[in-house]
């Protein structure tokens, strides 16, 4: 299994311009999230799934969308690209959606925005 | 906002020696997980405890749980350089996946 994986690794982006940041597992799990984590700090949840076509907002939800069309993939959209989403996000996914297990990180991207 | 607040910030010890980082939360949980995030890196799962245990050990490690301070502890026994990292505890209140991070310890094991 490749278990929880993230691309880009790193991007580049100047203020107002839109993109999608990919995340796929293949470990069949329900649930899938998004977070970012700013220098210092933890993390924070932005957008989270409990099953493919099923999302709902976390903690910092503005600025984002997410779909999630197949059980694998969670993309996370930037609408609009500010400099206060700079940050490394990372994509996480659990088996259950009840909580109480394991969650799997991906390696996270790097998203600057100038 | 944070639910958890690790103490301390940051700690460096010698290898062979015990590391023992502390989390503090404000709500009530159902769970409390400790997370391992090397530098550069994503975070990898190291230890769950549920609201209604008070001990859990793997390996080196040992974590408590007081759900009466709102307090847990992450003990690393006999370290190693290699457990250099930023350790993270997260609290999930109602058993839902929603998991809310502290700003974590950053651990340095000198060899």
């Known amino acids: 299994n490749a278990g929880v994986t993230q691309t880009p690794k790193f991007q580049v982006l100047k203020t107002g311009q839109s993109m999608t940041l990919q995340c796929a597992q293949d470990m069949n799990h329900e649930y899938m999230s998004w977070y970012r984590q700013d220098p210092g700090m933890g993390l924070r949840l932005i957008h989270y799934s409990v099953g493919a076509g099923i999302t709902d907002q976390g903690e910092v939800p503005n600025g984002y969308n997410v779909s999630r069309s197949t059980t694998e993939d969670f993309p996370l959209r930037l609408l609009s690209a500010a400099p206060s989403q700079t940050s490394v996000y990372f994509c996480?996914?659990?088996?259950?959606?009840?909580?109480?297990?394991?969650?799997?990180f991906g390696p996270g991207t790097r998203l600057l925005v100038l | 906002s944070q639910q958890g607040e690790e103490d301390p910030q940051a700690l460096s010890i010698q290898e062979g020696e015990n590391a023992t980082m502390n989390c503090s939360y404000k709500t009530s949980i159902n769970n409390l997980q400790w997370y391992r995030q090397n530098s550069g890196r994503g975070l990898v799962h190291l230890i769950l405890?549920?609201?209604?245990?008070r001990e859990k050990h793997s390996g080196r490690l040992r974590v408590t749980l007081d759900t009466s301070k709102k307090s847990s502890s992450l003990l690393i026994t006999a370290s190693r350089a290699a457990d250099t990292a930023s350790y993270f505890c997260a609290t999930d209140p109602n058993a839902g996946n929603m998991l809310t991070f502290g700003g974590g310890t950053r651990l340095m094991v000198k060899p």
């Open positions: 996480a996914s659990s088996y259950s959606i009840t909580g109480g297990e394991t969650q799997y």
């Open positions: 405890i549920r609201s209604n245990e």
